[in-house]
T-cell receptor
Framework: TQLLEQSPQFLSIQEGENLTVYCNSS?????LQWYRQEPGEGPVLLVT?????EVKKLKRLTFQFGDARKDSSLHITAAQPGDTGLYLC??????????FGDGTTLTVKP | ETGVTQTPRHLVMGMTNKKSLKCEQH?????MYWYKQSAKKPLELMFV???????ENNSVPSRFSPECPNSSHLFLHLHTLQPEDSALYLC???????????FGQGTRLTVV
């Protein structure tokens, strides 16, 4: 079984600060997905990274896939209260075989 | 219409009740999934359907019974549940063998 470990588990910061969360594994993944989940809602897909070393940007969010395709990071610049939520990484051969990490709960205070 | 719709959003049921969760997707996908999300646990994949055929059943107790009448609809029939089954139940869909899943808003289930 391919396991994904996310860190930190919880993160509380002030509006305007920068942050990075991590998704690590000892296994190689063909791709990794990042999702954001707000309380009481389902996860919403943010991005998929496929190529080792790939960097993708989504407004203030920057996603990077490790060169060896075993890890990924999500960096948020100038965090806003609207960024609050649970950030999940997932990876697997295809959606029906994906493993999800435990998630990082981010709170951005005004 | 939203991509994946789940009803009801909230459900409280007794341990002797029978209820069903419904999921409908409008994305033209041909794979659908049920997940369970409990506090302090990773998302757990329960069932996988490809083209209406169940292809995965990850050791889920028989008190959970899925049904997939067509590629757009998925049900989860519940009976004689236990309090520890209280959780957020999420439906998702994808292209068959696709790597990206699209989730519904979930059903918050409380078993009393």
């Amino acid at each position: 079984t391919q396991l994904l470990e996310q860190s930190p588990q919880f993160l509380s910061i002030q509006e305007g600060e920068n942050l990075t969360v991590y998704c690590n594994s000892s296994s190689v993944f063909s791709s990794l997905q990042w999702y954001r989940q707000e309380p009481g809602e389902g996860p919403v897909l943010l991005v998929t990274v496929v190529t080792g070393g790939e960097v993708k940007k989504l407004k203030r969010l920057t996603f990077q896939f490790g060169d060896a395709r075993k890890d990924s990071s999500l960096h948020i610049t100038a965090a806003q209260p609207g960024d609050t939520g649970l950030y999940l990484c997932a990876g697997g051969e295809y959606a029906g075989k994906s493993t999800f990490g435990d998630g990082t709960t981010l709170t951005v205070k005004p | 219409e939203t991509g994946v719709t789940q009803t009801p959003r909230h459900l409280v049921m007794g341990m002797t009740n029978k209820k069903s969760l419904k999921c409908e997707q409008h994305l033209g996908h041909n794979a659908m999934y049920w997940y369970k999300q409990s506090a302090k646990k990773p998302l757990e994949l329960m069932f996988v359907y490809n083209f209406k055929e169940q292809t995965e059943n990850n050791s889920v107790p028989s008190r959970f019974s899925p049904e997939c009448p067509n590629s757009s609809h998925l049900f989860l029939h519940l009976h004689t549940l236990q309090p520890e089954d209280s959780a957020l139940y999420l439906c998702a869909s994808s292209q068959r063998q696709g790597i990206e899943a699209f989730f519904g808003q979930g059903t918050r289930l409380t078993v009393v």
